[in-house]
């Protein structure tokens, strides 16, 4: 299991690896408020701004309540990891619907099990860790550390 520093940190090593995996520009999307720190990184090595994406749990599941994204365009979706993959497969249908040309997921760490749904919605996922069993995030991070507003991380 790889424990990563902080978000920052891990944010900076998978830069590395989406700005290897991007070509032309692209559109960085952060989930906040827990993968901002982790987008900030990303979307440096990639030379643009992180735009947040907000979510909205209602009865019916997760809704995507903001999202900056032009239509054409590559997107590139950035949390802290995935624990269920509900929110990043929710955004990924959010994505669709606004038309863009191409959706990246990436994270630091995305369990096996949900690896395999996140491909199908995605036309491709980045993860530095991918361990075998799903276990909370704050496994993976030394400095778990709190973002504001405090709330649930990866869904």
């Known amino acids: 299991m790889r424990v990563f ?7 900076a090593e ?10 032309g520009p692209a559109v960085v999307l952060g989930v906040a408020p827990h993968g901002m720190p982790v987008a900030e990184q990303v979307a440096a090595a990639l030379g643009v701004s992180a735009q947040p994406v ?17 239509a054409g365009c590559v997107a590139v979706v950035v949390d802290d990891g995935v624990e269920t993959g509900s929110a990043a497969r929710a955004i990924a ?4 619907e606004a038309g863009v040309r191409r959706a990246v997921l990436a994270v630091p760490v995305c369990p096996r099990q ?11 996922v980045i993860a530095i860790d991918i361990p075998l069993a799903r276990r909370s995030l704050r496994w993976h991070y030394a400095d778990w550390g709190a973002t504001a507003p405090e709330q649930p991380s990866s869904f």
Not at 14 to 20: E, Q, S, Y
Not at 93 to 96: E, K
Not at 115 to 124: C, V, W
Request: cysteine-free; hydrophobic content about 55%; glycine content about 6%.
């Open 5 to 11: 520093a902080s978000r920052a940190q891990a944010g």
């Open 14 to 23: 998978l830069g590395l690896l989406v700005r290897a995996a991007v070509d």
């Open 54 to 70: 907000a979510l909205e749990e209602r009865a019916d599941g997760l809704v995507v309540s903001q999202l900056a994204v032009t």
């Open 93 to 96: 249908q959010a994505l669709r």
């Open 114 to 124: 949900a690896l395999a749904t996140l491909r199908l919605a995605y036309d491709e």
